[in-house]
């Protein structure tokens, strides 16, 4: 892992507010997510903004994980800004590490938060919400669906507990990876969410298929770890990561509703052979 000189981030920040530089108030125990792979690693940059961190690789030129500590203090004034905000490259990043809008355009996929905007306090916060070093593609249905209702969840769950620490992040099927653009940005398999609630002291994930027909399910940290290679609370004990704390349930959106067949069909289970297969993938990358 590398981070940016400081004179080349000075020499942005009126462009940009946000800023590379170590911020270990964003982390649980004030320890980093850990990359498991050591060929992951390589080619890494952690950046830093107002309320959320990241860690950008130059294989995806897009996040590996996204880290936020959700108050509710900070969800209540998030509640009281007006949304808005325009997706904007990273120029922070050098060019063969950073997306840009024209990967993105007429993809066929959206430019999916990790950190979403939602949850930024401010209108500047917000705005740094949408570099596209915080973004990943993701299908319009997986997006505006249950991604917003896991998002949704989790907004929940630190306005009842005060406080949560969330890690957000994409993961590959290194098998059959479509890629999109000019930058061949690679299209993740699933999203995730990790949370560590400190009051209960309890750990969970959501785990999303990136699909056409996505499907979401709560998994352990510790299964989360094997599927992704990302260990998104390396200050916790393996065994708080190996039992999942009380979870909210997944919220349906807006948009899942009105997309929602006459005959209430249910979505494919998690145990079907695509989401299996996928699964799979992830983790045999991982012995190899």
């Not at 500047?124 to 949704?152: D, H, K, M, Y």
């Not at 999303?208 to 027909?213: A, F």
Request: include cysteine; charge should be positive.
């Amino acid at each position: 892992m590398k981070y940016l000189p400081l004179g080349f981030v000075g020499f942005l920040v009126a462009a940009c507010p946000a800023h590379a530089a170590s911020c270990p108030a964003l982390f649980a125990k004030g320890v980093p997510p850990a990359l498991l792979s050591e060929t992951a690693r390589s080619g890494t940059v952690q950046l830093c903004n107002d309320h959320y961190a990241v860690l950008v690789s130059e294989a995806t030129k897009g996040p590996l994980w996204s880290a936020e500590d959700l108050t509710e203090e900070n969800l209540e004034i998030a509640d009281d800004t007006n949304r808005q905000g325009k997706f904007f490259p990273d120029m922070r990043l050098p060019a063969s590490m950073r997306a840009s809008l024209t990967d993105y355009r007429a993809s066929g996929y959206d430019r999916g938060h990790m950190t979403p905007s939602g949850n930024e306090p401010g209108l500047a916060s917000q705005q740094q919400s949408f570099l596209l070093s915080n973004i990943v593609p993701q299908t319009g249905e997986l997006n505006r669906g249950p991604w917003e209702g896991v998002e949704s969840a989790v907004r929940g769950w630190a306005r009842q507990e005060g406080e949560i620490f969330v890690v957000t992040g994409p993961g590959y099927d290194p098998e059959h990876t479509a890629k999109i653009g000019r930058g061949r940005i690679p299209v993740p398999a699933v999203t995730w969410k990790a949370i560590y609630d400190p009051a209960s002291n309890g750990t969970g994930a959501y785990v999303c298929l990136n699909t056409r027909k996505p499907t979401c399910k709560i998994i352990a940290v510790a299964l989360l770890m094997q599927l992704v290679n990302v260990d998104p609370f390396p200050a916790l004990p393996q065994s708080m990561k190996e039992q999942v704390v009380g979870m909210p349930p997944i919220r349906e959106s807006p948009y899942a509703l009105s997309k929602r067949p006459r005959s209430n069909r249910l979505l494919k289970e998690w145990g079907s052979k695509a989401a299996q297969k996928a699964i799979k993938a992830l983790v045999k990358a991982l012995v190899q």
